[in-house]
């Protein structure tokens, strides 16, 4: 087994920062304090160290055998407090009640040169909300959601990250036998509109002002110098939330299960599960398996983060108390959505002028020749970059010929007087050339599983600079295999 190897010697190694508290300021009723469960003969699949630069953690110690031990949840860090936090939510748009942290227990949080980061562990064992679940994350998943949180950031979204990964050939009963593997896991906070969600439903008032007061003094200072800091919150949500959305379906990314406890309260894309980035463009698209009716389709996610929303003003409504001023709140939901949608696909189009008036046409115009001939979504971005210079490779990717023929003689007429060299290098900035499509994925799993963890490692270091044309992985941004399409990705995913 090709895994990292871990340096023995502590006399190598330095422990990080001195760990804070994360949620437990907050009080009891925010959590239970939770102990992880030892993975046998645990191993490093892969270290973040870039992200560990930024966090100012010390390399050699993310490299020994203390911090293996205490990142897969065979030791307690020293200065840690692990826990797992209570959250409720609506899933697939009906009330689950009481949900948690049924597999992610929080270490602490970490001072960092942007601010303190908190630190999760994801698969370390059951929590008092695993409900019927073991606590514990397979290699599949972990690798998944390892690749993704460092795809999605250097695609400039906002997003969890992931510090390590590491292994275990402990078993772990899904579908079928696999094994077991955790994920470090960052952010400055895992809140979400669940744990809003909670202590409104339960009737626990004061609570929920405490947690609102906690967010918005850690989080959202400015909505302390108006009248009605609650109220501001929420639309402080809520347009964090549009401008998610909007980079969300710029790029084609399908998250799969925006369930309410999925929904963080600082705009990151969080939890990766049953995601995919679309192959052909298809509204329609459904990267869940487990989503029979389609409520999660990547044509309806906007629609669906603002039902979301809607969740938390209700949750927020004992502290707003004013249903106008929360709907109002809840309104600029559309017009940052729409406004953050254009800007988007101007700058992907290289539209580098002021925005003119038939922008919005030009754009609508493209969607319904995209989704019809089920066009390759991310080829047809990166190729467009070199429209002016090689239109046939755009052409190419067209079943309609004609009609795109006749769409793009109206791009060309928007795009003259334009400098296309300039034009060019914006929409290279925008229009990333590798995305973690499913069969890379899919590829380094099935990779991992023998031992081999090299092409994980290849992969990461192209996905967290998208935009770079990479000379030599060509065959990372090439279109997706036939079997491409066998994949099914569900809930346990």
Not at 187 to 196: D, E, I, K, M
Request: some cysteine; hydrophobic content about 40%; glycine content about 8%.
């Amino acid at each position: 087994m090709s895994a990292l190897p871990a340096v023995e010697s502590t006399a190598l190694s330095t422990p990080p920062p001195d760990w804070a508290p994360a949620l437990s300021e907050l009080g009891e009723a925010f959590f239970s304090r939770v102990a992880p469960q030892a993975l046998q003969a645990p191993y490093w699949i892969d270290r973040n160290m870039t992200l560990a630069r930024e966090l100012g953690l010390n390399e050699q110690w993310l490299a020994s055998q203390e911090a293996l031990l205490g990142l897969t949840g065979c030791t307690v860090l020293p200065g840690t407090d692990p826990l797992a936090s209570v959250y409720s939510g609506h899933q697939f748009g009906h009330w689950a009640g009481q949900l948690g942290d049924g597999r992610a227990m929080l270490l602490g949080q970490l001072p960092t040169p942007q601010g303190p980061v908190e630190i999760q562990l994801k698969g370390a064992g059951r929590t008092p909300y695993s409900r019927m679940g073991d606590g514990r994350a397979v290699l599949r998943s972990s690798i998944r959601e390892y690749l993704c949180s460092e795809a999605m950031h250097g695609l400039g979204i906002p997003t969890t990250r992931a510090l390590s990964l590491t292994g275990s050939p402990s078993p772990v009963l899904r579908e079928e036998v696999e094994t077991a593997a955790v994920v470090t896991r960052t952010a400055p906070s895992f809140l979400r509109f669940g744990h809003f969600e909670h202590f409104c439903h339960t009737g626990q008032h004061e609570l929920l002002r405490r947690l609102a007061d906690h967010v918005i003094a850690r989080f959202y200072p400015d909505c302390l110098k108006v009248s009605q800091p609650y109220a501001a919150l929420l639309e402080a949500v809520a347009q964090r939330t549009a401008k998610l959305l909007a980079q969300w379906q710029a790029v084609g990314f399908c998250h799969g299960v925006m369930n309410t406890d999925n929904m963080s309260i600082l705009g990151l894309t969080l939890d990766y599960g049953p995601f995919q980035f679309l192959d052909g463009f298809d509204p329609e698209h459904i990267c869940n398996h487990s989503d029979s009716g389609g409520r999660y389709a990547y044509g309806r996610q906007p629609a669906v983060a603002h039902w979301n929303l809607f969740c938390l003003g209700q949750a927020l409504m004992p502290l707003i108390g004013d249903k106008e001023l929360a709907l109002a709140a809840l309104e600029t939901y559309k017009t940052v959505f729409e406004s953050a949608m254009l800007a988007q696909y101007q700058a992907k189009l290289g539209l580098i002028d002021a925005p003119q008036e038939g922008d919005e046409a030009l754009i609508d115009a493209l969607m319904p020749l995209l989704a019809q001939g089920r066009v390759d979504h991310t080829l047809f971005w990166r190729r467009l970059c070199d429209f002016a210079q090689q239109p046939e490779p755009v052409r190419d990717l067209f079943i309609a010929r004609d009609a795109f023929d006749a769409w793009a003689q109206s791009y060309r007429q928007r795009c003259q007087g334009l400098d296309t060299k300039e034009q060019q290098l914006q929409m290279r900035q925008c229009n990333p050339r590798f995305v973690l499509r499913n069969h890379l994925g899919e590829q380094v799993i099935r990779a991992a599983k023998q031992g081999d963890f090299a092409p994980l490692q290849q992969l990461l270091s192209v996905l967290q600079s998208p935009y770079e044309d990479h000379p030599g992985q060509e065959a990372l941004a090439d279109f997706p295999p036939d079997w491409a399409s066998s994949i099914e990705i569900s809930c346990s995913s």
